[in-house]
């Protein structure tokens, strides 16, 4: 849906991408359908890197990979559909459009926060997709926020964590550069329509039933093999539906 919208709104082909929060490159991989000339894949963690790096720019067996990490002991009955999916991603990837083109994917670990530092990496960037993104940025600011100015509210420090996460972005792109920005519903609060909002609460992923079944039994995992504690992830509606327009413009 991010690359449609970007193609939609001003064309992805031949240009520069930037596929912030970019993860192990599902993003990368839709991008890629639209042949532009360079994707920079960047994302925080260093395994998300390395497991985009593998499946994408490599041929090493993808299933030897994870077994040497341990996954199908970790993964149990996902371990399979992991492993189909990560296949499938490189066979849509590496024969397509993009690669035969010439197109180049690179990736790298940086701080979202920290665009600003990459300029030798990222260069001259056209669109910035940003999916699933937004909100580790912004909680990591307003958590930093909240020791640097113990007296600011919570709705102010909402408005200049989105200002830190989004300036960046912004002052990566070009007058009419293109920025789609999506996030999961879970963080999302349609509170201008209460209607749509009861029905969404209803439906999001946070309350899905595999999606719970899944965190316990990855959380029990970590609790025995490695000792940490970790709880549910619940919804969390952090971006208000009447607030968007105001926290965009602040960010530039």
């Not at 790096?53 to 199908?72: C, K």
């Not at 499938?88 to 690669?99: D, L, S, T, V």
């Amino acid at each position: 849906i991010s690359a449609a919208l970007a193609e939609g709104y001003g064309g992805i082909a031949g240009r520069s991408v930037l596929d912030i929060g970019c993860g192990f490159g599902v993003t990368s991989v839709s991008l890629a359908a639209y042949s532009p000339q360079q994707i920079v894949a960047v994302d925080s963690s260093p395994r998300m890197i390395e497991l985009l790096e593998l499946v994408l720019l490599t041929d090493r067996d993808i299933s030897l990979w994870l077994n040497e990490r341990g996954a199908p002991n970790l993964l149990g009955e996902y371990y399979l559909p992991t492993l189909d999916y990560l296949v499938a991603m490189r066979m849509a990837f590496q024969p397509g459009m993009f690669q035969r083109r010439g197109g180049t994917l690179v990736p790298w670990v940086g701080d979202g926060l920290r665009l600003a530092d990459y300029g030798g990496v990222i260069g001259a960037v056209d669109t910035v997709i940003a999916n699933n993104y937004l909100h580790w940025p912004v909680n990591q600011r307003i958590a930093a926020l909240k020791k640097e100015k113990p007296d600011l509210t919570a709705e102010s420090a909402l408005v200049e964590a989105c200002r830190d996460a989004l300036r960046p972005i912004s002052n990566l792109l070009p007058p009419g550069g293109i920025a789609v920005l999506m996030e999961p519903n879970d963080f999302v609060a349609l509170d201008s329509e209460p209607d749509r909002e009861a029905d969404l609460d209803r439906n999001c992923l946070a309350g899905h039933p595999l999606f719970i079944r899944f965190h316990k039994t990855f959380n029990a995992i970590l609790k025995c093999e490695y000792g940490i504690e970790r709880s549910v992830p619940q919804r969390t509606p952090l971006f208000r539906l009447s607030d968007l327009s105001v926290l965009v413009i602040v960010g530039g």
